[in-house]
């Protein structure tokens, strides 16, 4: 029956013409859809900035290299950083609380999905603001530029005098405009958690996938509403000759870095909460286990996003703040370690003992472990404020960082991908094609960022368009480049894996996993309506309920 | 068809969630103050390190009348919301309009403290340090005020045409709160702006 109502689905839709359904995704409130559209604009956007990022790593391949000028190399990181996290990783995760979150909790939709279509929409203009500074920039006469000032935009970089133009501008209000979307979906994900769970769906019941995005979402506003004052502050620096940055007039350049990094640091983690959301919901169902230490996990995700709201001047320890601040910063900084390791503790609990299955969701959840706990120590290095003196601003920090966003994030989130295309579109990811995804990428990782930490140990500073031969840097920078080829490479073994599965995959069914969270209980793709009679829940595996009846989870919880 | 339905026990349970507007407006709330701190911040670590004139002390002068007026909205619009629930469409329209008035004198007041600063005083936004955060703080504020005025009107006409009833209380707390929410902000940048700042 369930392939019946498949069956009418696609009928209904391959049949209009392309017109009337692109309008219907263009004017759709549906929050499966618009996480969908989240999912795509993120996919364009990654390769934007992926292609951002190789011309830097040809530009570095070679001492004295000319690949591109310096000014181009400047608009390069600039674009890269900021698609890269603002267009690429919020998105993306959005999207995929946008899809699952009122699935998971048996809702019929978010609590305001005309809301949610206006974030989206935002999200999207956002985007293309910053990237109409490319022919913009400059106002109507003359070529554009892009904004050039390094993704923080540190001032005085950004006042009128080192930035004529419009090009920090579009950036500013590119910001501005894609962070009232990310509130927009972030008041939606709380309302739809709080207000929209169904019957016996308590809050100690929830997948902990509903949960960790409840925290992301709380820190959504702590972080970007500091984030959209400071570039409102920028603006009236800029347009109305304010004073705030402006250090001839008394303002402080300072003060930008904090209102700048009270956004900044916390934003880590609204981005690497999600990426553990995936992960608990990944490696149970890979496991055979139920996850372990359910309540342990909520408590340390909600100690997470705590802490890590006071953590943010560990990125200004050279600025020279006074030994208290430094002291406070190091240990707050230090601190996060240890509700992260105990994540990592409940995860390796969960996976041990139990049957596991090596699929390439899990494969990516078991390099993530790897290399999540790898950037968490060089982060502890970092942590420590003499340490972070020598190497602040090195290529070492470039490669800590991405090996958080890369070696975690991205690595949790392409598990996801794996594990819930199936559902999103009713068809399997290729196993074959996804195993050589994994390994290449793992590969191409590794030799990227590994090395990278080396350079910079070596005094290689970051965000320079070229460096001098016989400083021990040239063959390290050579195999940096090599691996982000590889990295390339493997990411379009996984854009072929999406399309090429879109058309020929296996029929996915409802349940291919037998996984044991309500969205696999209905069809894939599911139908407009979500479910067509309210569930009742009575245990946080409703689904190993249903299969068990023998045996519920309900008689122990 | 059935398959796709969930075939999950159907007992049914007692069960009552919040109001998803009043969650999300408390949201917006929250991501609002997190807005006004930085503002706020701002307002107070520049205090006194404008390098030329005019300074606060000088050219403040404190808005008492105009600062009681948008308090006492708060009381209108929440006897007006009291009103409705009851039913009261007549009482709850007056009050309302009560609470635009007072809105409107509020802003009318920061309008007319503002072309003083202005004309008599030469202050601006781009004069000084004092200048650039005062006009951004009240400005940011006197821009939630106006917009909550816009929502304020529309549920006034909407009333007029008899459209806002009982049914639509909930709703209606849900602006009310954002009023509040707007009151209190006040409350803070006065003291940050007229008391501690002078």
Redesign the interface.
Known sequence: MSSDAMAIQTAETSGQPWVQRLHEWVTTVDHKRLGILYILLALLFLVIGGIEATVMRIQLMWPHNDFVSPRVFNRMFTMHGTTMIFFVAMPILFGFANYLVPLMIGARDMAFPRLNAFSFWLSAFGGLLLYFSFVGGNGLYGAGTAPDVGWWAYAPLTSRAFSPGHSSDYWTIALIVSGFGSMGTAINIIATIISMRCPGMTLGRMPLFAWLNLTMAGMVFLVIGPLTAAQLMLCVDRYLGGHFFDTQAGGSATLWMHFFWIFGHPEVYVLVIPAFAFLSEIIPVFSRKPIFGYPVMVGATMCIGFVSMSVWAHHMFTIGMNSYANSFFAITTMVVGIPTGIKIFNWLGTMWGGRILLKTPMLFCIGFLFQFLLAGLTGIMLSAAPFNWQLSGSYFVVAHFHYVIVGGILFALFGAFYYWYPKMTGRMLNETLGKLHFWLFLIGFHLCFDLMHIPGLLGMPRRIYTYEPGRGWETLNFLVTIGAFVQGIAILVFVANLIISYFKGAKAGNDPWDAWTLEWSVSSPPPAYNFASVPTVASRRPLWDLKHPEDPDSRYE | ?????????????A?K????GR??MT??I??????????VV?YL??VG???SGPTPGEVLETPIFFTICLLSSSLTIHLAGKFLERGRRGAFLLLWLFTIVLGALFLYGTGKEWYRLIYEHGLT??T??FG??YY?LVG?HATHVTAGLVMLSIVFLFGLAGRVGPEQSARVDVLSLYWHFVDAVWVVVFTVVYVLGR
């Open positions: 068809m059935s398959a796709i339905t969930t075939p999950l026990p159907q007992t049914p349970v069960w969630l919040p109001y998803r969650v999300g949201c917006l929250f991501a609002e103050s997190a807005i006004f701190t930085i503002f701002a670590f520049y390190k404008s390098l936004i781009s000084n340090l650039t955060t951004s940011l």
